[in-house]
């Protein structure tokens, strides 16, 4: 076999950007020495590149021998825990309570889709969005009042409903 030769490596700003290391982040220190070696001396022979791979191992095994032999690893990735699948609803329970813009938004679609027939649906949205927060709190005052009758409406339902079940467990 060949005796290793000695090898100083200069790169430019541009050569050594392409080497950096977040490059390299899930290789050996011996792959990275070895890719900066191949990538300066691309035109030698198989014989050379032998022994600078070689001497690449060597020289990391002194100078990064805190380095596991794994290398140089990336933060590890987050693994998504499986969704507990949902509960089926009862069908016999109470509808939850419309909010005051729920009201307002029921009360006016119909006039702005007829404005504006070409919006799609999300945009048809974002109009009335608009719209409620233009609407002074006097005009709202009906909504607030339709939403909280129909809060009260929904907690007697649930307390009726609570009440039927309480045979079941």
Sequence with gaps: MAEPIPLL??????AAGQLSLK?????????FLSELV???????????????????????????PQIPES?????????????RPRADKDPNAPK???????????????????ENPHMSFGELGTAIAALWVKTPAEARQ?????????KERYERNMAA???????FY
């Design 23 to 31: 490059a390299f982040s899930s290789c050996t220190i011996e792959r």
């Design 96 to 114: 939850r309570p419309l909010t005051a813009f729920m009201f307002f938004s029921k009360a006016v679609r119909s006039t702005v889709k007829a």
């Design 38 to 64: 191949f990538r300066a001396l691309k035109s030698e022979t198989s014989d050379i590149r032998a022994s600078l791979a070689n001497a690449a191992k060597d020289m990391a095994a002194e100078y990064w």
């Design 9 to 14: 490596v200069t790169l430019d700003t541009e």
């Design 71 to 83: 290398g140089i690893q990336q933060s590890p990735v987050k693994v998504k825990k499986p969704r």
């Design 161 to 167: 409903y609570k009440a039927s079940l309480e045979g």
């Design 142 to 150: 009906a909504h607030y009042e339709s939403a909280a009758r129909d």
